[in-house]
T-cell receptor, first 115, second 116 residues
Framework: AQSVTQPDIHITVSEGASLELRCNYS??????LFWYVQSPGQGLQLLLK??????LVQGIKGFEAEFKRSQSSFNLRKPSVHWSDAAEYFC?????????????FGTGTRLTIIP | EAEVAQSPRYKITEKSQAVAFWCDPI?????LYWYRQILGQGPELLVQ????????DSQLPKDRFSAERLKGVDSTLKIQPAELGDSAMYLC??????????????FGPGTRLTVL
């Protein structure tokens, strides 16, 4: 069965500093990978996704993620965080077979931004 | 911009009572999902519909939970009777179903359920 691990439960960074959120997955083949962001009390918004091709993908709000097959990782990065980036971030995978697009999520990383 | 609608946004109920949540997916999205998100965890799939048919309900506690999507558009998730452990955020999502599949699921704002 596929699984996703986000080893950092909570990360605190200063505004303007760089950010990297870790995500490791376990799956028999290359899965399709996603990062979602969730503000308090809200639903999830897609930041970016990886299906194939260039392993460095760009997303919204200045985020990017790099797929590394050898490390089974899909880490999220941002060069300079803003106070509005404070939220919960979820990595997710899916086998993306037609008719079965079930997402398996990690437990999330809560990001706190300090002035 | 089209959005997934959910209601109510918040629901407080007492254990053993019945509760129902409603979801209206983005127009044209054939696939609809209900997820449960317990505080401090990631969402977990409860049930997936393709049009009006259930594709996956393996994680749905069928003794107390039911879900329907009668006309293949909006959907209702019901819990009867509610238990303390059902307190969670219930998220609805929808996606286009196609042979290539974009994989992108669009989420609604969720319903926060508190069982007292």
């Amino acid at each position: 069965a596929q699984s996703v691990t986000q080893p950092d439960i909570h990360i605190t960074v200063s505004e303007g500093a760089s950010l990297e959120l870790r995500c490791n997955y376990s799956y028999g083949a290359t899965p399709y990978l996603f990062w979602y962001v969730q503000s308090p009390g809200q639903g999830l918004q897609l930041l970016l996704k990886y299906f194939s091709g260039d392993t460095l993908v760009q997303g919204i709000k200045g985020f990017e993620a790099e797929f590394k097959r050898s490390q089974s990782s899909f880490n999220l990065r941002k060069p300079s965080v803003h106070w509005s980036d404070a939220a919960e971030y979820f990595c997710a995978v899916t086998p993306l077979n037609f008719g079965n697009e079930k997402l398996t999520f990690g437990t999330g990383t809560r990001l706190t931004i300090i002035p | 911009e089209a959005e997934v609608a959910q209601s109510p946004r918040y629901k407080i109920t007492e254990k053993s009572q019945a509760v129902a949540f409603w979801c209206d997916p983005i127009s044209g999205h054939a696939t609809l999902y209900w997820y449960r998100q317990i505080l401090g965890q990631g969402p977990e799939l409860l049930v997936q519909f393709q049009d009006e048919s259930v594709v996956d309900d393996s994680q749905l506690p069928k003794d107390r939970f039911s879900a329907e999507r009668l006309k293949g558009v909006d959907s209702t998730l019901k819990i009867q009777p509610a238990e303390l452990g059902d307190s969670a955020m219930y998220l609805c999502a929808s996606s286009l179903a196609s042979a290539s599949g974009s994989g992108e699921q669009f989420f609604g704002p969720g319903t926060r359920l508190t069982v007292l």
